[in-house]
Nanobody
């Protein structure tokens, strides 16, 4: 019913930049907070950034000042601009979207993207 398609991951040198995007489609309505998480091998998934429907952002301390989260409500898309990348940023990045399955739906659901690999290495 709902599909979140991520793109933009890849291999980049330290200090480089990448822009991730995540587009939601299907039976999703009243999209609320959107965000990004990441998970490195052997580690638990951690919050990277969130953005509310009004555009308020929140970032993990480790990425603050380097990453920027934004959204395009008309396209149901959330972005993550990553600058000054470090090797410790290497992980699989997952987008997350909170929304409803109908315009008048009572409950919000959490939807996850398939993940995109970001590797920072020289």
């Amino acid at each position: 019913q709902v599909q979140l398609v991520e793109s933009g991951g890849g291999l980049v040198q330290p200090g480089g930049s990448l822009r991730l995007s995540c587009a939601a489609s299907g039976s999703i309505f009243n999209i609320n907070t959107m965000g990004w998480y990441r998970q490195a091998p052997g580690k638990q998934r951690e919050l990277v950034a969130t953005i509310t429907s009004g555009g308020t952002t929140n970032y993990a301390d480790s990425v603050k000042g380097r990453f920027t989260c934004s959204r395009d409500n008309a396209k149901n898309t959330v972005y993550l601009q990553m600058n000054s990348l470090k090797p410790e940023d290497t992980a699989v990045y997952y987008c997350n979207v909170r929304g409803r399955n109908s315009p008048m739906g009572r409950y919000e659901f959490l939807y996850w993207g398939q993940g995109t690999q970001v590797t920072v290495s020289s």
